[in-house]
Nanobody, 117 residues
Framework: QVELVESGGGLVQTGGSLRLSCAAS????????MGWYRQAPGKQRELVAA???????NYAGSVKGRFTISRDNAKNTVYLQMNSLKPEDTAVYYC???????????WGKGTLVTVSS
């Protein structure tokens, strides 16, 4: 079993910054990818940024140049530094860890990010 605990969401003004953290614990092995997704009201959940098992990073086009994903392997933690935030970044941000070899896909409970205009 894998537990993902997110933190760092909140309310920020347009142009501001926030840093999200996701700490993973449990049966962490054979990780296919780990990263962040978001879901805005009335919209589908979408990829924001994620590491894959080769270490490369995928970013959504809408956040490239503004968001940076990083990780601390010793702490089993990934971070999402979000700069130049826009109202359209308002969403619940979910941490995801995939173990596709086993067909497992784990989600955190989510953390709300609200960007006011």
């Amino acid at each position: 079993q894998v537990e993902l605990v997110e933190s760092g969401g909140g309310l920020v003004q347009t142009g501001g910054s926030l840093r999200l953290s996701c700490a993973a614990s449990g049966s962490i092995f054979s990780i296919s990818s780990m990263g962040w997704y978001r879901q805005a009201p009335g919209k589908q959940r979408e990829l924001v940024a994620a590491f894959n098992n080769s270490g490369s990073i995928n970013y959504a086009g809408s956040v490239k140049g503004r968001f940076t994903i990083s990780r601390d392997n010793a702490k089993n933690t990934v971070y999402l530094q979000m700069n130049s935030l826009k109202p359209e970044d308002t969403a619940v941000y979910y941490c995801n860890l995939a173990q596709r070899l086993y067909g497992w896909n784990h989600w955190g409970k989510g953390t709300l990010v609200t960007v006011s205009s």
